[in-house]
């Protein structure tokens, strides 16, 4: 399946839920208001005239109040979580008590930890995630979590970061990354609402049954004992039939989630080509889990966003959120016996995983020793670049380790550090001309943001970089600035006003200006809702202009290019448009109108056909792949490493 189907497929089970989330929020309802009106049938008498099946006006009043309750009690749980990770996207590392990793740790497992999620990013070209790990907890697991590509989290637990050599944990971590590409995290925050609004109905009976019992304790009269006993009745008729409601939606969650995760297996060995990693990964699971299991409070709790089932099990329940791991393994290799594994294989990685940790510090320091190595480029074809769109693989991984290993320390330093990526980030809109670099460097000096020499470093370290490193520089500068930048820092209108004193206006300016305004505020861009193809000709002629400058400095090809786009799209051209000069509101209006397509077989037109165009002369270009990613990041599509020098 390539990104789209995969969005698809995501799209699907996200009504499938939806479907069942209604049916089993209708069927709880609707039993739990019965079994209370009969309860309360037999405490109290009617002395009306009776009507259909026996109850009495004062008791059909007394159902629809419970069904009115209890249906705002499902929707308010479901909302009360809705707003909780909508507030904060990063809501799941917090209530797991996750500690975010710091870029320039000492930390040798966390800074390998680091550096696999950063390659990972760079070579699925998606924005990268917050990077968390669970202190504390000896267990090996992981999880994705977010909102969207643009605001996703990736957290491990530190028994995984000290048990996994790199291949392992790169495997696990391209496990995780699909999650994020393919919309699972998405999905799971869905299914965490729907969990939680079924679950309050079993919630309250308790809270209900707890109050009565303390209050029982107490001298009271016959009839407050009475009413006591009633209440707790009523409290526990809420938590059983509660919890046969949450049994149903954890089922779904569970059927749902098991099948994410046989998808989400075959990607990461897709993505590393190497499945004895992840086998591997899954057996030193199975040794650990044995004996540790997830000690966290809300292992249930979040058990389907896990890398792994939280409590260990060998066969697969209907309440299992995840595969056992022996069906796990034998999905990757089918020649796999369990039985041979768990009487001569077992034993043995459980006796090496004791004495790892020791050999382990010896082997990093070795292991993690710099190399300079030969970064190589290619330019992957058009039907390469669609295939992999919101996909990895091998070469794009080791493409971005190597080129993030070419660029030296005190490259590196620069840009982990929130001050010098704000250098260079403004090194990169700076003027070629000295005259008017140095009023650029003046202007930013003044605004007091630092000294005049720490701009004309970033600008000297930018310009030793070569075309490639200059794109992976500017990766790793958005990463820091996303990560840290502050939400009230004026980044952007610095830049603005900084590049008017250039004074000249050029196309990749443009373009990583767009970039870094979608990275570091992605709510800034004001997509229109419901837009569709049929309505958007002349952004797409904007836009459409807006490649062929990237692609070609010919007026005639220009033309030609547009035209071709416009008719295989439209099916023709009503009239003829002009690649004249576009002003930037204009371009920055375009971006915004298309990125508010929500046709999923739209969006494919475009970015194919954006592809086409800046594949044409058989090589993707740096402009052309910063135009690219700036439309699929519109679109919530990561592009992986395909650029070329």
């Known amino acids: 399946m390539n990104f789209f189907d995969h969005q698809r497929l995501a799209k699907k089970q996200s009504q499938r839920l939806v479907i069942v989330f209604v049916l089993t929020f209708i069927f709880t309802i609707a039993i739990t208001s019965i079994a209370i009106l009969i309860l309360l049938k037999q405490t109290t008498t009617c002395s009306g005239d009776f009507l259909a099946l026996g109850v009495c006006p004062h008791e059909w009043q007394i159902l629809w109040k419970a069904i009115i309750c209890?249906?705002?009690?499902?929707?308010?749980?479901?909302?009360?979580r809705y707003l909780e990770l909508k507030s904060d996207p990063y809501a799941v590392a917090k209530i797991l008590n996750a500690t975010e990793v710091d870029p320039q740790t000492h930390d040798l497992d966390q800074k390998k930890y680091y550096n696999i999620v950063e390659e990972m990013a760079i070579a699925s070209g998606t924005p990268m995630p917050k990077v968390y790990i669970l202190a504390g907890e000896s267990s090996l697991n992981a999880l994705a979590a977010g909102t969207s590509i643009h605001h996703s989290m990736v957290a491990i637990t530190e028994g995984l970061a000290a048990q996994l050599?790199?291949?392992?944990?790169?495997?696990?971590?391209?496990?995780?990354?699909?999650?994020?590409?393919?919309?699972?995290?998405?999905?799971?925050?869905?299914?965490?609402?729907?969990?939680?609004?079924?679950?309050?109905?079993?919630?309250?009976?308790?809270?209900?049954?707890?109050?009565?019992?303390r209050q029982s304790r107490r001298m009271i009269s016959r009839n407050d004992r009475d009413s006591r006993i009633q209440i707790m009745s009523i409290g526990w008729v809420l938590y059983i039939l509660g919890y046969f409601g949450l049994l149903m939606s954890r089922m779904l969650k569970a059927s749902i989630s098991r099948q994410r995760e046989y998808l989400a297996d075959a990607a990461a060995v897709q993505y590393t080509r190497n499945p004895e990693a992840l086998i591997s990964c899954f057996k030193k699971l199975w040794a650990f889990s044995s004996k540790h299991t997830y000690k966290g409070s809300h292992g249930e709790t979040f058990s389907h966003m896990f890398f792994a089932e939280n409590f260990f099990k060998e066969s697969t329940?209907?309440?299992?959120?995840?595969?056992?791991l022996p069906e796990r393994i034998k999905r990757i290799d089918k020649r796999f016996n369990l039985v041979a594994f768990r009487k001569q294989e077992l034993p043995e990685l459980?006796?090496?995983?004791?004495?790892?940790?020791?050999?382990?510090?010896?082997?990093?320091?070795?292991?993690?020793?710099?190399?300079?190595?030969?970064?190589?480029?290619?330019?992957?074809?058009?039907?390469?670049v669609m295939s992999q769109l919101g996909e990895v693989n091998d070469r794009s991984i080791k493409e971005a380790h190597q080129l993030k290993a070419s660029l030296n320390t005190e490259v590196m330093n620069f840009l982990n550090d929130p001050h010098g990526a704000i250098g260079l980030i403004h090194a990169y809109f700076f003027s070629d001309k000295l005259q008017k670099r140095l009023k650029q460097i003046m202007y930013l000096s003044a605004e007091s943001i630092k000294e005049r020499k720490h701009f004309t470093h970033a600008y000297t370290l930018l310009e030793s970089l070569d075309s490639q490193q200059r794109v992976i520089a500017l990766e790793l500068v958005l990463t820091t600035l996303k990560n840290y930048l502050s939400k009230n820092h004026n980044l952007l209108t610095q830049i603005r006003e900084s590049q008017k004193l250039k004074?000249?206006?050029?196309?990749?300016?443009?373009?990583?200006?767009?970039?870094?305004?979608?990275?570091?505020?992605?709510?800034?861009?004001?997509?229109?809702?419901?837009?569709?193809?049929?309505?958007?000709?002349?952004?797409?002629?904007?836009?459409?202009?807006?490649?062929?400058?990237?692609?070609?400095?010919?007026?005639?090809?220009?033309?030609?290019?547009?035209?071709h786009a416009l008719i295989k799209i439209y099916g023709g051209v009503e009239k003829d448009y002009s690649v004249a000069e576009l002003r930037t509101s204009t371009m920055r209006e375009a971006l915004e109108k298309l990125s508010g397509l929500k046709s999923l077989h739209e969006q494919e037109i475009v970015l194919k056909m954006t592809l086409e165009l800046i594949h044409k002369d058989g090589e993707i270009k740096p402009a052309e792949a910063k135009l690219a990613r700036l439309v699929c990041l519109c679109f919530g599509v990561p592009l992986p490493l395909c650029v070329a020098a």
């Open 317 to 324: 329940s209907l309440f299992s959120t995840h595969p056992a």
């Open 350 to 384: 459980i006796q090496s995983m004791l004495i790892q940790k020791n050999e382990k510090m010896a082997s990093q320091r070795v292991n993690g020793q710099k190399s300079e190595p030969k970064v190589s480029t290619y330019a992957a074809s058009l039907g390469i």
């Open 70 to 80: 209890l249906s705002l009690l499902i929707l308010g749980g479901s909302l009360i």
């Open 503 to 563: 004074e000249e206006s050029r196309l990749e300016d443009f373009l990583i200006y767009e970039l870094l305004r979608l990275t570091i505020s992605p709510s800034s861009i004001k997509k229109a809702a419901n837009t569709k193809l049929s309505g958007l000709k002349d952004e797409l002629r904007v836009f459409f202009t807006l490649v062929t400058r990237a692609c070609s400095d010919s007026e005639e090809e220009r033309q030609e290019m547009l035209n």
């Open 165 to 213: 050599n790199r291949a392992e944990l790169q495997a696990v971590i391209g496990h995780e990354f699909s999650h994020i590409v393919h919309g699972d995290i998405k999905l799971n925050n869905r299914l965490l609402i729907a969990v939680h609004g079924i679950s309050m109905i079993n919630q309250i009976g308790a809270f209900i049954i707890r109050m009565s019992s």
